[in-house]
């Protein structure tokens, strides 16, 4: 498959093209990212049987990034091609066609590799409804009222026996009940499938005796294990449980115990592992190690969806009950050796950690776009300003750091380094307009546990940035 970009800027609009595929296809899906090398979203829920493609939801003066994927006859899809990438002028100038090598000419093997899906949630990944990247997390829904979001790994996985690790938050409660809540599905319906809101949690009815109407249909041939945090049915307001075919994901339910809490808005690790007949699950507080529930269920879940492969994926849902729910890193692997990738991040919120500043006032402030609602902000005037936090480190090794953060137009350039040493590249955190974003700095080894001072010293700004402001949310360390 050849694929070309070319835009036609009358509202503004960019209009994909490609050439037919090789193999014997009923049709293809075009999908966007605003970064290069994703991730991408799909824009087009059914399967486009033309060559082309108008994509109007653009805007002017933006970049994006399309590839394209072709659909066989039994509904296999194959892999992404090469990507095109335009720039969607401000003007009415129409840019030069890109062109596209092609993809793979035939689907891909419905076998997995072992180890499917990446650490952080950024590629490979098919979002319906309210689901869309939030920097590197997939947000299933915001805090918002009846909005239902699922994400589901675009190619069908083995499902007879597998691991499956991923950490999640729910945080930015606008009531006094935060969710409804997310689940964990495998289902053979397809990567559009979306079931109702609310307590339904976007997989099934939000009741089994009177669910509400709701446009969206239950999923089918599929097996979900919930996280669920408002009592719809009785099922409490702490509970999970195993749910079929797309019933009700409300009773029956277990209740989560020892301390766990889905409000908190702690972010959480959730270890699943499947030997063909019981499926385990661990849940655990990544802010307290300590706040952890087990559980296991008896089932065949290649009967239940009615394959050996499936697709792989999450759902969530708000009703009157609302908050930001976020899929924050997962792996999933077919076999039941866990890999280094599901080693849980510790996250460390800026606004309950100890700080000291060089003298610019360093405070708290709102921000709608961070998971939680809050962060921290240095009010820096010049280079040389800096912030240090207290950082406890629990045990000694080496761990990934990385920061998330408000990017804006009047912030600069800072550099990271703990106990002394320069640790990463300097981040700039000027963007024209605001933005949630997260930085990766490297790896830092620490020799022991105990007390580290991260410090973060202004070095400048953009020529086009108007002061030297430095934002933080949350400090992540995940452990290699």
Request: glycine fraction near 10%.
């Amino acid at each position: 498959m050849r694929a070309a970009v070319a835009a036609a800027v009358s509202s503004p609009s960019v209009y994909v093209q490609w050439a037919p595929s090789a193999s014997a296809v009923v049709g293809y899906k075009v999908y966007r990212g605003t970064v290069s090398g994703g991730p991408y979203v799909s824009q087009t829920p059914s399967v486009v049987a033309s060559l082309n493609y108008t994509d109007t939801g653009v805007a002017a003066g933006s970049n994006y990034f399309y590839v394209v994927t072709s659909v066989d006859s039994a509904g296999a899809e194959s892999a992404f091609s090469n990507q095109a990438s335009i720039s969607v002028p401000s003007g009415t100038t129409t840019p030069p066609p890109v062109t596209v090598p092609p993809p793979p000419t035939t689907p891909p093997p419905t076998t997995s590799p072992s180890t499917l899906v990446p650490s952080s949630v950024t590629s490979g990944i098919v979002m319906n409804g309210s689901a869309a990247l939030s920097g590197t997390r997939m947000r299933l829904t915001s805090a918002q009222a009846y909005l239902t979001g699922t994400g589901w790994f675009k190619t069908p996985v083995n499902v007879q026996s597998f691991t499956n690790d991923f950490t999640f938050q729910m945080a930015n409660s606008t009531s006094n009940s935060a969710g409804n809540g997310i689940a964990f599905v495998i289902q053979n319906t397809g990567t559009q499938a979306m079931g109702p809101t609310g307590g339904g949690l976007g997989y099934g009815p939000d009741n089994t005796s009177h669910p509400s109407a709701s446009s969206q249909t239950p999923i089918g041939k599929s097996v979900a294990i919930k996280f669920d945090t408002v009592n719809n049915a009785g099922e409490g307001s702490d509970s999970t449980g195993i749910y079929k075919n797309g019933a009700s994901p409300t009773v029956p339910a277990v209740a989560l115990g020892n301390g766990v809490n889905l409000k908190s808005g702690d972010v959480f690790q959730v270890h699943m592992s499947y030997n063909g007949t019981t499926l385990t699950m661990t849940i655990t507080d990544t802010a307290n190690a300590s706040q952890t529930f087990t559980t296991s269920w008896s089932i065949d879940i290649p009967g239940t969806v009615g394959g050996s492969t499936a697709y792989v994926g999450f759902t969530g849902a708000t009703g009157t009950s609302m908050a930001n729910q976020d899929i924050i890193t997962w792996t999933y692997s077919n076999s039941n050796t866990p890999t280094a990738a599901a080693k849980a991040p510790i996250v460390y919120r800026t606004t309950a950690m100890p700080a000291v500043s060089s003298g610019p006032t360093f405070r708290t402030f709102a921000y709608a776009g961070f998971p939680d609602g809050t962060g921290t902000i240095l009010d820096a005037t010049a280079p040389g300003d800096s912030v240090t936090f207290s950082v406890n480190v629990a045990a000694a090794g080496t761990y990934d750091v990385t920061l998330s953060y408000k990017q804006a137009n009047n912030h600069g350039i800072s550099q990271l380094s703990i106990n002394g040493t320069s640790v990463g590249a300097p981040l700039d955190q000027y963007v024209p307009t605001q933005a949630y974003a997260s930085f990766d700095f490297g790896k830092f080894t620490f020799p022991t546990a105990g007390s580290y001072a991260f410090k973060f010293a202004i070095l400048g700004k953009d020529a086009k940035a108007v002061s030297y402001a430095e934002a933080f949310d949350d400090l992540t360390l995940t452990p290699q």
